[in-house]
């Protein structure tokens, strides 16, 4: 889509002057917009909103499908770019969006959208595209008028029985990755196969694809039904995951530790399930596999995983992950063990440090 002249300028929200619009949870759903910003979408919803590393961008998405892009400049919040989502599906006529994720600034200004249908596309800004840092750094908003954002890949088309129920680009130092959870447990890592050419059909392919089950917390049934590849297993299904961050500099000083054992910086993801539960999974090169490091829940409730979030490492010997199941927001502290030689069996011990409803 061709970006118009940046117009409806708004001031940004004078309690999170770096963060840009506010937002609130509207009864009907959707995110409903302050006072402050009503000029963004007057009287309408966000059905999602994101910002980029920077807090320079922001992208929202309305119930009509349409996204669009604002940048922070001169104080002012700028409208400078948006277009319409549309499905793969010939029978849905208009295409809400359920999800929007920048990825990591040193790769440029580029988006994953997950659609109401299921749908995970890419889309970038032309302008500012792989290896063009300076462009990126330079850029105002009278620029970013004369801006186009392409779709690169359509990773996944639209589907009526897979649910796509989270995604989250990897941290910069593993490539130009994403990886997205599937309702039924299936975890699918994409990757730019080239990334100066990123936008080109085809450079974005399936690098990895394992089943991150929740097994502690599985009846007979649900394990039948986890072996599909369209059905979701009622306590095995995935709700959100969460890449580890990229380790510090200290962590390299610990090279022989017990903790580098286990926490190194082999990719690893945190994943969460509808039965409550948080499986951490980490690839190993040597198996060529993902193998599960750790399971843990703190509620005895069936309540799901809305969310999880992994803090730096800032050096430290552990590793802690929040998580929010139902009310309740938790903290753990996860310590790995000596390398295990069965590749299947965990080797983190977990402990809840911290819990409040």
């Known amino acids: 889509p061709s970006c118009p002249h940046p117009s409806n300028p708004i001031q940004p929200n004078p309690i999170l002057p770096r963060r840009g619009v506010a937002a609130c949870v509207s009864p009907a759903g959707g995110m409903r917009h302050s006072h402050t910003a009503t000029q963004l979408e007057e009287g309408g919803f966000f059905t999602a909103l994101a910002y980029d590393d920077t807090r320079s961008f922001c992208a929202t998405a309305t119930p009509a499908g349409e996204l669009r892009i604002w940048q922070h400049s001169e104080g002012l919040w700028h409208s400078c770019c948006s277009w319409r989502i549309s499905s793969t599906d010939a029978a849905v006529a208009s295409l809400g969006v359920r999800q929007i994720v920048w990825c990591r600034?040193?790769?440029?200004?580029?988006?994953?959208?997950?659609?109401?249908?299921?749908?995970?596309?890419?889309?970038?800004?032309?302008?500012?595209?792989?290896?063009?840092?300076?462009?990126?750094?330079?850029?105002?908003?009278?620029?970013?008028?004369?801006?186009?954002?392409?779709?690169?890949?359509?990773?996944?088309?639209?589907?009526?029985?897979?649910?796509?129920?989270?995604?989250?680009?990897?941290?910069?130092?593993?490539?130009?990755?994403?990886?997205?959870?599937?309702?039924?447990?299936?975890?699918?890592?994409?990757?730019?196969?080239?990334?100066?050419?990123?936008?080109?059909?085809?450079?974005?392919?399936?690098?990895?694809?394992?089943?991150?089950?929740?097994?502690?917390?599985?009846?007979?049934?649900?394990?039948?039904?986890?072996?599909?590849?369209?059905?979701?297993?009622?306590?095995?299904?995935?709700?959100?995951?969460?890449?580890?961050?990229?380790?510090?500099?200290?962590?390299?000083?610990?090279?022989?530790?017990a903790v580098d054992t286990a926490f190194n910086e082999r990719p690893t993801l945190a994943v969460g399930h509808r039965s409550g539960a948080v499986t951490v999974w980490e690839y190993r090169e040597s198996h060529r596999q993902w193998v599960q490091l750790s399971c843990f829940s703190g509620s005895a409730a069936a309540d799901p995983v809305e969310d999880i979030a992994w803090a730096p490492n800032m050096g430290r010997a552990q590793e802690y992950i929040a998580t929010a199941v139902g009310p309740v927001v938790s903290i753990w502290q996860l310590d790995a063990l000596d390398d295990a030689a069965d590749a299947s069996a965990p080797c983190v011990r977990s402990r809840c440090v911290f819990s409040h409803a």
């Open 105 to 257: 600034a040193q790769h440029g200004l580029l988006v994953a959208v997950v659609g109401e249908d299921n749908s995970v596309s890419i889309w970038e800004d032309a302008l500012v595209g792989a290896g063009n840092e300076a462009a990126l750094q330079g850029r105002t908003h009278t620029t970013r008028g004369q801006s186009t954002w392409t779709n690169c890949a359509t990773l996944m088309a639209a589907s009526r029985t897979l649910h796509v129920c989270d995604v989250q680009f990897a941290p910069a130092e593993l490539g130009l990755a994403l990886a997205v959870a599937c309702g039924n447990g299936t975890i699918r890592i994409y990757q730019a196969s080239d990334e100066v050419a990123r936008a080109e059909q085809g450079s974005w392919q399936l690098l990895e694809q394992f089943q991150a089950i929740d097994r502690e917390n599985m009846q007979p049934a649900d394990k039948s039904l986890s072996n599909g590849t369209n059905h979701a297993a009622p306590t095995s299904s995935c709700t959100c995951l969460q890449w580890r961050p990229a380790g510090s500099a200290a962590r390299a000083e610990r090279q022989h530790s």
